[in-house]
């Protein structure tokens, strides 16, 4: 066999099995977060009493039905909240919480998140980009609040909250306060940027590569 006989063997061997792993790498990856997720959900009913879990009552583990009864759970507890009883019987409870130290910190902090990130505001909403760690250096980022009233008093210029997650670990990030002023609003969205980020850069958005290009081109 002569070397550029074996060499093309050994470079279709390695396209194949390149092609396999991009095939299955996404698809096992959505198999183990779904598989989590469900897994979790499970865990739910064990609010039930052992005698009205479903492994007792068929006599066999149905996976998923966490994932109806979290769901049935969440719709019943919007229900009763929406309502002037259920309004009032949630702000005895927060009252409870606040006044047990650490708790209280915990529980308003992940509250005040829940709300933001749930409601109308442009929390997550918008990508920007600061320079950063040094100048001539973007980092690609998340606007969570337009001000903070406090800093730009002191300051004398507006500043903004800027989230700037880590690659990989799109959860593990840390918060910049910067001036309003030195934030490039970007047109691309939340998801593009995630991918983006998450993948080190391999996956850019379309539309900034045609940029990209666009600006290669011109003389």
């Not at 959505?30 to 009493?49: G, K, N, Q, S, Y």
């Not at 337009?146 to 989230?163: A, L, N």
């Amino acid at each position: 066999m002569s070397p550029a006989t074996a060499g093309g063997r050994k470079w279709s061997l390695r396209r194949y099995l390149v092609a396999g792993i991009l095939i299955w790498l996404p698809i096992l990856a959505t198999l183990w977060v779904v598989t989590f997720f469900i897994h979790i959900m499970d865990e739910t009913l064990l609010l039930l009493p052992a005698s009205y879990r479903p492994q007792a009552l068929v006599g066999f583990a149905l996976p998923g039905i966490g994932a109806v009864f979290a769901f049935i759970v969440v719709l019943a507890t919007g229900l009763l909240v929406t309502n002037l009883v259920g309004r009032q019987l949630v702000g005895l409870w927060e009252d409870l919480l606040n006044r047990i130290p650490i708790v209280r910190s915990v529980y308003g902090g992940v509250k005040s998140f829940t709300e933001s990130v749930f409601s109308q505001s442009n929390s997550f909403r918008k990508v920007v980009m600061i320079e950063y760690p040094r100048l001539g250096v973007w980092s690609i980022g998340f606007m969570t609040a337009e001000d903070v009233p406090e800093v730009s008093r002191k300051t004398g210029t507006q500043h903004c909250c800027v989230y700037l997650s880590s690659a990989l670990n799109a959860t593990a990030g840390f918060l910049v306060i910067t001036p309003r002023s030195q934030v490039v609003e970007l047109e691309m969205s939340v998801d593009a940027a995630m991918k983006m980020i998450i993948t080190c850069g391999v996956v850019v958005p379309q539309e900034q590569v045609g940029a990209v290009a666009g600006v290669a081109e011109a003389p």
